[in-house]
């Protein structure tokens, strides 16, 4: 893989639509086998691999904007939300604390499958950065399903909230960091360059109001969703937890 001459990124074009078909391959596979093996050593020892991998890869990211593009340090930080959902999203995996889950359930899910659909990013393959990019965020939606359906972990009914809320505090303290050190994580300061769903959403700050806005619909539309998916019989037939499917939610 490349890390030197990027090419033009397009967006729909093949090597995206490419990588997105590899990814869905991938989630097919995971997920079946967390569904045969649910709550099984086995299941542990791949999702303790599979967020292993997230975080050796989000380190190696890191260092190469920073040590071979010639990033500002500052800003090869995991703050933006997909970098911090790669984060606790290998943590979960590797050792499943329900409140940590029940962040990235809702940050992973409704913010890495965006990204991934609307990426902001200018390389392509067969540069290095595009597929720590699509992997890390493809692999964060997969890995809070796998989480979900293996683990038999399950948001409960006030985490949609929960999440909104943490999600509100955290944003507060990048703020501060941006302030401090001139930077944009969380896009707090500026949409992204490139172009993206926030481009809709009006000029800054109407933007970020918009953002709170679809947050606060589209968290609880992905609790109720979750709770429909885990009385399909194929995921449900596996959980040996209270309330039925692990990709179910308890009251």
Same mark, same amino acid.
């Given at each position: 893989?490349?890390?030197?001459?990027?090419?033009?990124?397009?967006?729909?074009?093949? $090597?995206?639509?490419?990588?997105?078909? *590899? /990814?869905?391959?991938?989630?097919?596979?995971?997920?079946?086998?967390?569904?045969?093996?649910?709550?099984?050593?086995?299941?542990?020892?791949?999702?303790? !691999? %599979?967020?292993?991998?997230?975080?050796?890869?989000?380190?190696? +990211?890191?260092?190469?904007?920073?040590?071979?593009?010639?990033?500002?340090?500052?800003? =090869?930080?995991? /703050?933006?939300?997909?970098?911090?959902?790669?984060?606790?999203?290998? =943590?979960?995996?590797?050792?499943?604390?329900?409140? #940590?889950?029940?962040?990235?359930?809702?940050?992973?899910?409704?913010?890495?499958?965006?990204?991934?659909?609307?990426? +902001?990013?200018?390389?392509?393959?067969?540069?290095?950065?595009?597929?720590?990019? *699509? #992997?890390?965020? @493809?692999?964060?939606?997969?890995?809070? /399903?796998? $989480? $979900?359906?293996?683990? @038999? %972990?399950?948001?409960?009914?006030?985490?949609?909230?929960?999440?909104?809320?943490?999600?509100?505090?955290?944003? =507060? %303290?990048?703020?501060?960091?941006? !302030? %401090?050190?001139?930077?944009?994580?969380?896009?707090?300061?500026?949409?992204?360059?490139?172009?993206? #769903?926030? +481009?809709?959403?009006?000029?800054?700050?109407?933007?970020?109001?918009?953002?709170?806005?679809? @947050? !606060?619909?589209?968290?609880?539309?992905?609790?109720?969703?979750?709770?429909?998916? @885990?009385?399909?019989p194929w995921c449900a037939r596996t959980s040996t937890h209270k309330g039925g499917a692990?990709?179910? $939610?308890?009251?």
């Open positions: 893989m490349d890390t030197e001459t990027p090419r033009e990124f397009v967006m729909f074009g093949t $090597a995206h639509l490419g990588i997105l078909l *590899f /990814l869905v391959m991938c989630a097919v596979v995971l997920l079946t086998f967390a569904c045969r093996q649910a709550e099984t050593p086995r299941v542990y020892r791949m999702g303790g !691999a %599979l967020g292993l991998y997230l975080l050796v890869q989000e380190l190696a +990211d890191r260092m190469v904007r920073w040590l071979w593009i010639g990033e500002p340090f500052r800003n =090869v930080l995991p /703050l933006h939300l997909c970098g911090m959902s790669v984060l606790l999203t290998g =943590v979960v995996l590797l050792r499943p604390v329900q409140s #940590l889950f029940e962040l990235v359930f809702y940050w992973g899910l409704v913010g890495a499958t965006l990204a991934v659909i609307t990426p +902001d990013t200018p390389y392509a393959p067969p540069h290095f950065l595009f597929f720590t990019f *699509f #992997l890390s965020h @493809g692999f964060v939606v997969i890995g809070v /399903l796998y $989480a $979900a359906v293996g683990y @038999g %972990l399950q948001p409960r009914a006030r985490s949609p909230w929960f999440a909104l809320a943490m999600l509100n505090a955290y944003a =507060v %303290l990048v703020a501060v960091f941006n !302030a %401090l050190f001139g930077t944009n994580y969380l896009y707090l300061c500026a949409k992204p360059a490139g172009g993206t #769903l926030m +481009d809709a959403f009006g000029p800054w700050p109407v933007y970020l109001l918009v953002i709170e806005g679809i @947050g !606060a619909v589209t968290f609880p539309l992905v609790y109720l969703l979750s709770r429909a998916v @885990g009385k399909i692990g990709f179910s $939610a308890e009251g």
